[in-house]
């Protein structure tokens, strides 16, 4: 297979392009500080990297994934999250139809849950800016499917794993703890309850989409289960003592999210990595940075 993997810089980018390659595809990696340096904001450049590519499937994870960064420049965040999408899809729809094209988007997108766990045909109704965003890529990508497109799409719910950075609470709890493991580690709301899964588990399913995904379809990526985030502290910071800080509290939090995973499991999905071993993983990274 031959693949474009675009945001292959970011973190779950980075883990994708390595699993793609361990099996022995073709990659060409692309994006802001990727082999391939490439804005997808620009039509010009998108052209060219799908031209240079010929791929037969494309990997979109370019665009904002940070809800803080979202929060800080809404415009920014939705022209790096829309404008890459429309310009992929033009491409793919103008000169490259036979692609495959794997979109991912976000849990985001559904909202405040009206059941749970939340399966793939729940409303999209988004509460935050970076759920809104990647829930209008989703509605014009319904479009471009109805053109004839052959597009699959992966809703990843939370994730975390080696090499995350900072902008996301798990990486924060562990740098914070590592640099400082008498001091206590600032936090937002720990009674929350969220599902985590292991990045490296999470690009696999991408891949698996790639191959078995129905066109048109969207796709769930998630554990199955909701984790007190107050649990995930402990297991990130063991002994360590949390302190809640306002800041780092959203007003519009959502008590419990989980979502089902049984559609992506029916095509073989599977998860490699415990929570345990992922927050191992997780810290091992960070104290290597540190180191």
């Known amino acids: 297979m031959r693949a474009l993997v675009t945001g292959a810089n970011g973190f ?7 699993q793609l390659r361990d099996a022995g595809h073709h990659v060409v990696a692309a994006g802001h500080g990727a082999e391939e340096e490439i804005d997808f904001r620009e039509t010009e450049e998108v052209e060219w990297i799908c031209e240079q590519a010929r791929a037969d499937v494309i990997f979109h994870l370019a665009g904002t994934s940070s809800l803080a960064d979202m929060k800080r420049d809404p415009t920014g965040g939705n022209l790096n999250i829309v404008k890459p999408a429309m310009n992929l899809l033009d491409e793919l729809l103008n000169r490259h139809r036979s692609t ?25 109704a988004p509460i935050d800016l970076y759920g809104a965003a990647r829930a209008a890529v989703e509605h ?46 600032r936090v937002g709301n720990l009674d929350v309850r969220r599902d985590y899964a292991d990045v490296r588990d999470v690009v696999a399913g991408y891949a698996l989409l790639a191959e078995r995904g129905q066109r048109g379809a969207s796709y769930n990526l998630c554990s199955g289960a909701a984790v007190p985030l107050r649990t995930l502290f402990q297991l990130a910071c063991p002994g360590a003592t949390p302190l809640t800080e306002a800041q780092r509290t959203r007003k519009s939090e959502v008590a419990i999210l989980w979502g089902d995973p049984s559609k992506a499991e029916a095509l073989g999905w599977t998860r490699r990595y415990d929570l ?16």
């Open 100 to 124: 495959r094209l794997v979109i991912v988007s976000t849990c985001h997108v559904y909202g405040r849950p009206q059941r749970l766990p939340i399966a793939e045909d729940h409303a999209m």
């Open 276 to 291: 345990m071993q992922t927050v191992t993983d997780l810290r091992t990274s960070i104290l290597g940075r540190s180191g």
């Open 12 to 18: 779950a980018g980075r883990h994708l392009v390595v």
């Open 140 to 185: 014009i990508v319904k479009s471009y499917i109805a053109m004839g497109l052959d597009i699959v799409t992966a809703r990843a719910f939370h994730h975390t794993g080696p090499g995350q950075d900072r902008r996301f609470a798990v990486p924060d709890w562990i740098s914070q703890h590592v640099a400082a493991p008498d001091q206590p580690v």
